[in-house]
């Protein structure tokens, strides 16, 4: 704790304003999250597929 509080009151105000940004967005760390999961389990596709699939 005390090495965050350090960091914390030499950090520039804009990097704290960028890490409560992250902080607040909960809902899209779940879905990365999930999405990991999914990933694991049901595997990925090559970027060449992928293009392939948006073209």
Known sequence: MQLIQKHLN??????L???LE???DEEDI???RA???DAK???TISWD???K???
């Open 30 to 32: 779940r879905d990365a």
């Open 10 to 15: 030499i950090a520039p105000n804009s990097t």
């Open 22 to 24: 992250l902080l607040e």
């Open 17 to 19: 304003e960028k890490v």
């Open 35 to 37: 999405e990991i999961v």
């Open 53 to 55: 699939e948006t073209a």
């Open 41 to 43: 389990i049901n595997g």
């Open 49 to 51: 597929e992928y293009k």
